[in-house]
């Protein structure tokens, strides 16, 4: 039986992200630690750039020793983001005592029981059918560690223009007999079987950007093998924080409710990334943009950081509409007599969209 913590795209970044990428980091080795893992696999962009390689990598090296003390293998290659940059060949490095695999195509060994092919990125992976695999030994395992697209467990794009990752096949996983797939470049984690695998993204273990991929609980995955059988248990990041976005509306006169603004903040940790859309239409546009900015202020205070916003039309398109004035006066004889509490809210967000939806009406006869 053997342990692997598997993760992949930490994207460790040097200046203001760093002290958050090493919390993220140590949790990391902290679990390998508690599980006695035998292997810390990390299917690449540990770094998010050749730079950040180049600049962290002792630091990185350091920080991972004590688990090649304890009897943990650290696995580790390249992925696409290393390579961004890059002024040497990533496979001229040396990380020992990590088992650093940059030399394409792939390499192979074995250890506890269980063989890897560990694939650096690659812009293709079309010569994979030409690959000297060994067979199979019988009764190991064979885990995979790949920085790569597969069509079949992920449909979407490849979001990163200037970085994209290669594409690997379904029928790699077959041919080589493969039974654990450790992925990476996804940043939302995900499992399918591919070719007789299990292949698994982990997801980024930590908010590397304001986008919906990045939303939810961070994590890694911990796989257990014995024998044929998998056991793959995902664990929390608690040092990641999660990714977070909101929508609130702004009032006729540019401010934003109070009691949205607290509910917002009660929700908030000190390692979040949040993102605030404001919405609705103003009289005063300045003054909106002076809300928006103290928003973004007040909630920097509270979260890793946050971006606000404003996404407003101006209360001047229906001075002369006759439905919008009639509908504020419907509203305001159904306005709640306090502005505290759930009632007031609704009414708010009711004014609000409707005042929208009145505006968008307008802007398309115009």
């Known amino acids: 039986m053997a342990k692997i913590i598997h993760t ?22 902290a679990l390998a630690r508690a599980e ?24 990185v090296q350091a920080k991972l020793f004590p688990l090649h003390e304890t009897g943990c293998r650290v696995i580790y290659i390249p992925g696409n983001h290393e390579a961004r940059g890059a002024s040497a060949d990533l496979s001229a490095f040396s990380l020992d005592p990590i088992q650093f695999y940059a030399r394409p195509p792939f390499v192979f060994f074995e250890a506890e029981g269980v063989e890897f092919v ?12 030409g690959w000297k695999v060994p067979p199979k030994k019988p009764g190991a395992v064979r885990v995979a560690v790949l920085h790569a697209l597969n069509s079949t467990i992920y449909t979407g794009p490849d979001e990163e223009a200037d970085a994209r990752a290669g594409v690997i096949e379904d029928d790699f996983f077959s041919r080589f007999s ?71 509306p702004v009032e006729l006169d540019g401010s934003i409710p109070l009691p949205a603004v607290q509910k917002l903040e009660a929700a908030l940790s000190a ?5 605030i859309r404001l919405t609705g239409v103003v009289e005063d546009e300045n003054a909106a943009a002076a809300a928006a900015e103290s ?17 407003t ?14 509908f504020l006066a419907e509203m305001d004889a159904v306005k709640p007599e306090t502005s ?27």
């Open 178 to 248: 493969i039974d654990y797939g450790a992925l990476g470049h996804v940043h939302s984690g995900r499992r399918q079987e591919l070719g007789g695998a299990l292949a698994c993204y982990p997801g980024s273990p930590r908010v590397w950007r304001a986008h919906a991929r990045e939303a939810g609980p961070r994590s890694v995955l911990v796989v257990t093998t014995n024998g044929p059988a998998l056991d793959v248990r995902p664990v929390e990041i608690k040092s990641a924080g999660q990714y977070k976005e909101y929508t609130l």
């Open 118 to 129: 560990c694939v650096p990125h690659a812009a293709d992976y079309d010569g994979y059918r």
């Open 313 to 326: 039309s101006p209360a001047s398109m229906l001075s002369g509409n006759s439905l919008a004035r009639a």
């Open 271 to 275: 390692r979040d990334l949040v993102a």
């Open 295 to 311: 928003l973004r202020e007040r909630l920097q205070k509270r979260s890793r950081q946050a971006a606000v916003k404003l996404e």
């Open 36 to 59: 006695k893992a035998g292997f810390l696999v990390l299917a690449g962009d540990l770094f998010d750039s050749y730079s950040d390689f180049e600049a962290l990598r002792r630091e």
């Open 340 to 366: 505290e509490g759930p009632e007031y809210r609704r009414w708010l967000l009711a004014r609000q969209y409707g005042l929208e939806e009145i505006a968008g009406r307008a802007a398309e006869a115009l």
């Open 8 to 29: 992949a795209d930490l994207h460790i970044k040097d200046g203001e992200e760093k002290p958050y990428c090493y919390a993220v980091l140590d949790e990391i080795i």
